[in-house]
């Protein structure tokens, strides 16, 4: 009887061990959390702006006296192939991001908003000016399809973006998550 009591006792507590890691392994930590639908939009920070413009058009730029920056006349394309790789990739971390509170749910809703927002732009009208710039088509087209981007979703990524960096900042402060907001 006394074994039978151990061995129940030892069950119990075994089981009581799997259920622990059972739901440490479907919370987030904090950290983690923040890191995934906060920071990882640094990629996109950019969007809509005369720097992103600017760096996907320098990615062309070839210099007479420098043979090592001989183009292969993809190179815009690619970079921009390849932050949008980067993009779903992070979508699809927001989306498998499981979430215990309210703060939470509002946080993931608002980077996964941001993320849908751009990534159809960056697959459409960015592709089409990378293509341009690669190309070294007239600078009023690319002009076009950047003042298309900014008038188009503009306003409307400024306000996801800054509305989900607000409740950043308080998620990191309540959470004791040390960050550098750039200031």
């Known amino acids: 009887m006394n074994k039978l009591q151990a061995l129940s006792q030892k069950s119990r507590f075994a089981i009581l061990i799997l259920i622990t890691f059972f739901f440490s ?36 730029k070839e210099y007479p006296d420098i043979p ?7 190179e815009a ?6 932050k949008i790789l980067y993009l779903e990739q992070s979508l699809e971390k927001v989306k498998k991001l499981s979430i215990s ?22 697959k459409n009208e960015y592709l089409a000016y990378a293509k341009l710039c ?6 009023s087209a690319k002009d076009e399809i950047i003042n298309s981007i900014d008038q188009k979703y503009g306003a409307h990524f400024e306000q ?3 509305a989900l960096m607000e409740k950043g900042k308080a998620y990191a402060k309540k959470n004791n998550i040390q960050v550098n907001w750039g200031q």
Do not use: W
């Open 101 to 122: 509170g309210d703060e939470e749910k509002e946080i993931k809703a608002l980077s996964q908003q941001l993320y849908e927002l751009v990534i159809p732009v960056y």
């Open 77 to 82: 394309t690619t970079n921009l192939n390849n």
């Open 68 to 74: 090592s920056s001989k183009k292969k006349g993809n």
């Open 160 to 162: 996801n973006f800054n």
């Open 25 to 60: 392994a479907c919370s987030e930590t904090p950290a983690h959390f923040f890191d995934i639908t906060i920071l990882n939009t640094n990629m996109i920070s950019d969007f809509a702006s005369a720097d992103l413009a600017r760096h996907l058009n320098d990615e062309t």
């Open 134 to 139: 690669d190309s070294k088509g007239s600078q």
